[in-house]
């Protein structure tokens, strides 16, 4: 989706790749030595040529993930240049071969190293299973401590688009709950952020439903935790069920 008023106008591809730069940086590229590569490059004169930019950004997906960039900064880096284009967000055409080309890396091997899903970024399962037991343990009353904000991409899609529309929606979980939160992939089109109930719990929530619900076809809801951990154990095995639809 493109912002009013057009793209600016960029020139050359050296000229773009330094905007892209200084928008990346801004947006929160944490080593700027480390930004460029000559797949950037290709990149950028696909883009003033008109080229097709399937196999660019395939290239630097790729690279990516071989430099050690995760999939979620990479993502960012990626919006970063469609938003010096104007864009709102890159369209799928772009995100779906800088996905795949991240992914034939061959990074997934690094799952079983981290607790992290390494196609999203987000928390995995089992981490939020373990992360809830610690919190039952704990002195506070969970449910009145905590809650689940659950996304879940509803709309029926082919496995592809639906994996391509769960890495925006991690991508903007990341965006809505930049803290200390629990961002967990429940399954392919699910995912939730465990968060504090704070009163600013349902303006978060409104902005995810306005940034994912419209515009991806996902619903969002609150769902808070039971009495006991059993029952939460059993709660998160419901929403990991893919035919599971609760209730918001």
């Known amino acids: 989706m493109r912002r009013g008023g057009g793209a600016p106008d960029i020139g050359t591809a050296a000229a773009l790749g330094d905007a892209w730069r200084a928008r990346s940086l801004d947006s929160g590229w944490v080593f700027p ?13 696909a883009v003033i040529a008109g080229a097709d930019m ?7 997906g790729h690279a990516r993930a071989q430099a050690g960039v995760g999939i979620g900064e ?3 880096d990626l919006t970063a240049l469609y938003a010096v284009l104007g864009w709102e967000m890159p369209p799928m055409a772009s995100v779906r071969p800088l996905a795949e080309g991240w992914v034939e890396s061959g990074m997934f091997g690094l799952s079983d190293l981290t607790c992290e899903d390494p196609l999203t970024g987000l928390a995995t399962l089992p981490y939020l299973r373990t992360r809830l037991a610690e919190i039952y343990r704990g002195e506070r009353v969970p449910r009145e401590a905590y809650c689940l904000v659950v996304v879940d991409l509803v709309t029926r899609l082919d496995p592809w688009k639906r994996i391509a529309w769960t890495i925006v929606i991690g991508h903007e979980l990341r965006r809505v709950y930049p803290g200390e939160e629990t961002l967990t992939l429940l399954g392919a089109g699910r995912a939730a952020a465990l968060v504090p109930r704070r ?5 978060a929530a409104t902005r995810l439903r306005r940034d994912i619900a419209a515009r991806h076809g996902a619903r969002v809801w609150v769902e808070r935790l039971p009495e006991t951990a059993p029952r939460a154990a059993a709660l998160l095995d419901c929403l990991a069920e893919p035919r599971s639809r609760p209730s918001p």
Request: aromatic content about 8%; overall charge negative.
């Open 33 to 45: 030595e480390d930004w460029w590569a000559p797949e950037i490059d290709a990149v950028t004169h």
């Open 54 to 60: 399937t196999d660019a950004c395939a290239r630097l």
């Open 74 to 76: 990479t993502l960012e």
């Open 199 to 203: 009163p600013e719990l349902e303006l």
